[in-house]
């Protein structure tokens, strides 16, 4: 009987330790709350990248657009170009290589995954584009509206340009305007389409995903990489 006991006892006591323990990793507000804000502090970074893109202008199609379509490249990440040789020679291996380079994924590179947390990025890389598919569509389909529009009006100024009537300063100001209104309008028309948050939103859930596979050290350097 007194055995029993014993048994008893020893078997609640390794119960309420791992009761315990199990409170303890759950309840562990610190520690979440910091990733959590590392998290929203990279979001806010891409988002930024995105609504700051760079504005060219093509004079010899007379057309302005913006890098990468007005979409930060974090955005245009996807489960194919974790695996993607950029060195094979293809229709998207520039594509492939801009965003291999600039995106996140560069801060992936080095810190020496396991298999398991490969295939679990992989897949977490497939519901992130799954989420932002439909955006992104609707984002280029604004850039490419943009860019007919402003195709004339730069067309324009060429045609004043060559005809003498206006001098090449005059032009070149005009044009630096002309860039300027395009930067401004995507601007107003993503924030009217609730492109970027959307975008952001999509980002953040795969920040999210992205800290529960990495361990605690990988994750750091990835921060750290990610903000440079």
Known sequence: MKQNFKKAALAFGIMALAFTGCRKEQLNPALNNFSESEIQALAVQTETESETAEIFYDEASNEIFAANEGISVDYLVNAEDLDANENV?????????????????????????????????????????????????????IHAALV?????????????????????????????????????ELRELQ???????????????????????????????????YKK
């Open 89 to 141: 020679a293809g229709s998207n291996s520039s594509t492939t290589s801009n965003v291999r380079n600039h995106s996140f994924l560069r801060c992936l590179k080095d810190l020496k995954l396991e298999d398991d947390q490969i295939k679990k990025i992989r897949i977490a890389l497939g519901e992130y584009k799954d989420c932002k598919a439909s955006v992104i569509h609707r984002a280029r389909a």
């Open 191 to 225: 924030l009217k389409d609730k492109v970027n948050q959307a975008l952001k939103d999509c980002h953040t859930k795969f920040l999210r995903q992205l800290n529960g596979i990495l361990t605690d050290r990988q994750w750091k350097a990835f921060v750290n990489c």
């Open 148 to 184: 007919a529009k402003y195709k004339d009006l730069a067309a324009e100024q060429a045609k004043l340009l060559r005809a003498e009537k206006i001098t090449k300063a005059e032009y070149e100001q005009r044009m630096a305007r002309l860039r300027h209104a395009f930067q401004k």
